[in-house]
């Protein structure tokens, strides 16, 4: 994997001018397969294909604790608004935090995110224009 270009994008997204397509492109340019973000540890980790891995540090002060409780709806309306009106990552993080997101992971090649909350509670969001595999 190539660090230099995760430790960019990743400073770039803490800073508000990456857009979640271009994150997808740099890090799958860069080798990476998927990514954990965990609110808890304010840590993610990029994983490569070939088990090859990095970490960063999410740097944002103030953020709120996890919420005990997972607010699936929150959380949707959270990626609504990241999705449709740019909103910056800084605004998401702290809406998922309180939505109860304790982490997620990103699946690049599988265009997928799958949120847990604190008790188990999972949430899978399809990236825009992808979706299941349709079986015959």
Do not use: C
Not at 109 to 116: H, I, K, N
Request: proline share 4%; net charge neutral.
């Amino acid at each position: 994997m190539d660090t230099a270009i995760i430790h960019d994008t990743a400073q770039r997204t803490l800073d508000g001018t990456n857009s979640f397509p271009e994150v997808v492109k740099n890090l799958l340019g860069a080798g990476v397969e998927y990514y954990h973000v965990d609110y808890v540890a304010r840590r993610k980790t990029f994983y490569g294909a070939d088990g090859s891995t990095a970490t960063t540090a999410i740097t944002y002060e103030g953020l709120p604790a996890v919420a005990p409780d997972f607010a699936a709806d929150q959380l949707r309306a959270a990626i609504l608004d990241s999705q449709r009106h740019g909103q910056k990552y800084r605004d998401f993080t702290r809406r998922a935090m309180e939505a109860g997101v304790q982490s997620y992971t990103a699946f690049l090649r599988g265009q997928r995110v799958t949120y847990w909350g604190r008790q188990g509670d999972a949430h899978t969001e399809w990236f825009p224009g992808a979706g299941p595999a349709k079986q015959d």
